[in-house]
């Protein structure tokens, strides 16, 4: 999958995993050796527990309009925002600041 920023008309990332199960969901990067862009639902927050390297994070509504960003977020911590929004996009350390991403965007999946 390729997630695009309709708003600014960049690429955000491409070759995008989807989690559906809940395992997938659960273990999402832990473990892995090199960041990777994964998307998944869930509602509340995300732990970095496991995982070898800061990501960004990404928040949006049903509308894919974001609502919620955190950026280097690092290994062993917790990310939480409004448990209204449920689409997350766990992306490589810094690429919300490479495509100049925002709080209110509007992304595109495909």
Not at 31 to 41: E, R, T, V
Not at 83 to 110: H, Q
């Amino acid at each position: 999958m390729t997630v695009k920023n309709r708003t600014r008309g960049v690429i955000l990332c491409e070759g995008v995993l989807v989690a559906k199960t809940f395992n997938d969901k659960a273990n999402g990067l832990s473990g892995k050796d090199a960041p990777a862009a994964i998307f998944f639902k869930t509602r509340w927050g995300i732990h970095t527990f496991g995982v070898k390297f800061p990501i960004d994070c990404v928040i949006t509504d049903n509308n894919f309009e974001i609502k919620g960003l955190e950026e280097n977020l690092k290994p062993n911590r917790f990310f939480f925002w409004q448990p209204k929004y449920k689409n997350v996009l766990e992306l490589p350390a810094g690429t919300i600041s490479k495509t100049g991403t925002r709080v209110g965007d509007i992304l595109e999946m495909s």
